[in-house]
């Protein structure tokens, strides 16, 4: 299995990279408290929390931030609104796609997922319609550098119990189960890796290819329309993105 990340990343100009990180960072935060609110501020005894800290920490948000986010949380009743929703239905040509998010008012939300999917040639389903074609995995990626050995990387992941290890282009990539993604994440720091993607996801058991051009032009902006949206939090598809796309 290869390629995993990109199947719910699309490459993007810098610029709009720069531009949309204000929106990663409220996401995050929002994430943060969340965590904060159902297990406290102790990320050592707060898994949901420490996953939300490693995930900030890949996204470069600044330890300041991180730090506000928890504080402002434990003092805040706000994050007793928000409540985890996933949406599911299909994107162009039937491409599966699944959503997650965190709301203060799923009527809103539910009618802005549904207005992105019929504005740009899909339709939302109902729950279950789509999720059974993806499975929870952790999913790690280190970045290469000439001071990391692959085959030493790679024993060291698959000692620790990952199920998974290619490499990229640009990263090396583990996976794991789950249940197996705290202890190899947290080994792996322990040992002088860092992280650019150190999260739990929902990766495709297999992706489908788009050839009409409007279709790709459809499915990018439906996956750019939702990730714009403050409410959502994911977005995975089984769409099998290819490798020279870059959206200006």
Known sequence: MAGHSKWSNIKRKKGKEDAARGKVFTKLTRYITVAVKEGGDDPEYNPALKAAIEKAKAENMPNDNIDRAIKKAAGSQDANNFEEIKYEGYGPAGIAVFVTSLTDNRNRTASDVRHAFDKFGGNLGQTGCVSFMFD???VLAIEKNNSIDEEELMMEAIELGAEDFSSEEEV???ITAPGDFNNVRDTLKEN???????ETSFIPQNTVELKNEKDIKNMVKLIESLEDNDDIQEVYHNWEIP??????
Do not use: Q
């Not at 490798?243 to 200006?248: N, P, V």
């Open 136 to 138: 929870r995995k952790g």
């Open 243 to 248: 490798d020279d796309l870059e959206i200006e």
């Open 192 to 198: 002088g890796y860092s992280f650019v993607t150190a």
């Open 172 to 174: 090396f990539e583990i």
